[in-house]
């Protein structure tokens, strides 16, 4: 018995994307939630300085947080995208070593 | 921020475990794991905080006047104390360290995107802003009282790290 490349192939198309189906939705809606806030955040911030209504007590401290805020949405998107891609990868070494052991019939060790 | 917006397409995903796939060759040929556990209680406390701090932004958001600070003081310090407690208990947990994670990080970076710092956690990252928020409201409050415009912005900026940590610590659960 052989391997079925094609077949393979297919099989790990389908459990990836089984996987980025609903990873990348919940990426998708976490960026635009974040983009909008911060973008709302900065215009409040800016007004707040013009008018005075951020006082001298909090303009710097408001002005740096901006900065933090943008620096972890980054990181938080990478952090989410590292675990999908965990997810990913487990779901195709799992069908790529399912179809040795079906092939072989030997009992590997994941 | 255009390959930012790009990094988290489908596509690139896909792309990002078909060049690891063939770059290492599926050596390891076992599961990985690129980041922390999930952490039920920790989910638990950051959903309940989550409640008091905006009911607390919701009492106070037409601003306050130093005046009627003491009045305040304690719960000020007990969502401080929460959140502090909740940094500790996110940063607590082992970080996975492997080849993989390297590549991973490697594919991450040439997308544009800033990569964690080596056992970097953002939720931790995310609620220790939030303590440092909610500190430097309590000290503005006590010595000035707050505007109107500087309560919408310290909710506003809990807010968005609140939503940082929420949703890492909720794709934690796989």
Same mark, same amino acid.
């Given at each position: 018995?052989?391997?079925? &490349?094609?077949?393979?192939?297919?099989?790990?198309?389908?459990a990836?994307?089984?996987?980025?189906?609903?990873?990348?939705?919940?990426?998708?809606?976490?960026?635009?939630?974040?983009?909008?806030a911060?973008?709302?955040?900065?215009?409040? &911030?800016?007004?707040?300085?013009a008018t005075?209504?951020?006082t001298?007590?909090?303009?710097?401290?408001?002005?740096?947080?901006l900065?933090?805020?943008?620096?972890?949405?980054l990181k938080?998107l990478?952090?989410v995208?590292q675990?999908?891609?965990?997810?990913a990868?487990?779901?195709?070494?799992?069908v &790529?070593?399912?179809?040795?052991?079906?092939?072989?019939?030997?009992?590997?060790?994941? | 921020?255009? /390959?930012?917006?790009?990094?988290?397409?489908?596509?690139?995903?896909?792309q990002?475990?078909?060049?690891?796939?063939?770059?290492?060759?599926?050596?390891t040929?076992?599961?990985?794991?690129?980041?922390?556990?999930?952490n039920q209680? /920790?989910?638990?406390?950051?959903v309940?905080?989550?409640?008091?701090?905006?009911e607390?932004?919701?009492?106070?958001a037409?601003?306050?006047?130093?005046?009627?600070?003491?009045?305040?003081?304690?719960?000020?310090?007990? /969502?401080?104390g929460n959140f502090?407690?909740?940094?500790?208990?996110?940063?607590?947990?082992?970080v996975?360290?492997?080849k993989?994670?390297?590549?991973?990080?490697?594919?991450?970076?040439?997308?544009?995107?800033?990569?964690?710092?080596?056992?970097?956690?953002?939720?931790?990252?995310?609620?220790?802003?939030?303590?440092?928020?909610?500190v430097?409201?309590?000290?503005t409050?006590?010595?000035q009282?707050?505007?109107?415009?500087?309560?919408?912005?310290f909710?506003?900026?809990?807010?968005?790290y609140?939503?940082?940590?929420l949703?890492?610590?909720?794709?934690?659960?796989?």
């Open positions: 018995m052989e391997l079925d &490349i094609t077949q393979l192939m297919k099989d790990i198309s389908t990836v994307s089984a996987v980025l189906g609903k990873d990348v939705t919940t990426i998708q809606g976490f960026r635009d939630r974040q983009l909008k911060i973008a709302q955040q900065s215009v409040l &911030i800016t007004a707040g300085i005075g209504e951020i001298e007590e909090t303009r710097e401290f408001f002005l740096d947080s900065q933090d805020m943008v620096l972890n949405f938080t990478q952090g995208a675990v999908t891609i965990e997810k990868w487990n779901a195709a070494v799992t &790529i070593w399912d179809a040795i052991e079906k092939v072989t019939g030997i009992r590997l060790v994941g | 921020m255009a /390959l930012l917006l790009t990094s988290v397409r489908r596509k690139s995903i896909v990002i475990v078909l060049i690891l796939g063939i770059s290492l060759g599926f050596l040929g076992c599961t990985v794991r690129l980041a922390p556990q999930h209680a /920790l989910v638990a406390g950051l309940e905080q989550n409640k008091a701090v905006m607390f932004f919701a009492f106070y037409w601003g306050t006047k130093a005046a009627s600070f003491p009045e305040r003081l304690p719960e000020y310090n007990r /969502l401080i502090d407690a909740l940094a500790l208990q996110a940063d607590a947990r082992p996975p360290r492997n993989i994670k390297t590549k991973v990080n490697e594919a991450l970076q040439k997308r544009g995107i800033p990569v964690l710092e080596e056992g970097e956690i953002p939720s931790a990252t995310a609620l220790r802003k939030i303590y440092e928020t909610l430097k409201m309590r000290n409050d006590q010595k009282g707050l505007t109107l415009t500087e309560s919408q912005a909710k506003g900026q809990v807010k968005i609140l939503d940082q940590a949703t890492y610590e909720n794709f934690l659960e796989r």
